[in-house]
């Protein structure tokens, strides 16, 4: 069975979209015909029905070129990343603000964040991950950033196949950061960048319709240190996670 990959977020180089390939195949016809027109009329022996002739067919092109370039401009708008991942955005805020007010009633979650990851090409030998939506949640920012799969939270479950929670009980952000070297495959430098306060997370993998291979991941996290270790919290993510899995097996 064929694995299909989740699209990024980069916005395509010209020379992948459509529309100046319409430019380019619709522009000979047009200057010939459009040659064909002056050339007739500055014939001596000027003959309107051929002048009348090349000048309609001229226009003709010129309509046509027209509608087919804006046919393809929007079928460009279609393939860029903010409405190809339209569906799995409202998908991840929808199970972002179940679990929110399912929090707040109860106290918990504070600062929650929820995005999603692709696994970038190859899939049968992933190497990065990137996030693909603005976080839901708080600092809703985070699109088009890049991960090592064999870093952090996220990298691990792509590689485990497998639902994985972190909950941190250090109390500084220097012992935070020093667990995420230790215990999560980090560099320094690469802790430093991350959000503060990110005390828990969860990350849910997602299969493709083999099963076998990993296409994305679901992340979380809270400053709220043992939020995802509660089991009310993990049967609502576990719902929703299996909702967009379904959306996403489909979907691409």
Partial sequence: ???NHLPGVRQKRL???????????NGPPLLVAGTAAVKSWREPLFEP???GLTAATSVW????ALVRVAAARAEDDMDGPDTVHEGL???V????????????KRKCGTDLRTTFHRVVPPIH???????????AGSGGEGAGRTFPVHIGIAGRAVRSKAPLVMSSQHRTEDQLRSELVREWGCTAAQARRLGPGRYSAMAVPVLDRSGQHPIGVIYLDSSDRALFERNDVAEIVGAGAKAISDFVTKRY
Avoid: G
């Avoid at 030998?125 to 976080?135: K, L, V």
């Fill in 89 to 91: 955005d409202a998908a």
């Fill in 61 to 64: 092109l010129i309509l046509a």
């Fill in 93 to 104: 805020s929808t199970m972002h603000t179940m679990l929110a007010e399912w929090c707040d």
């Fill in 1 to 3: 069975m064929q694995t």
């Fill in 125 to 135: 030998e992933p190497q990065e991950i990137e996030q693909i939506i603005n976080y």
């Fill in 15 to 25: 020379w992948q979209k459509r529309w100046p390939r319409e430019v380019l195949f």
């Fill in 49 to 51: 029905w051929m002048f």
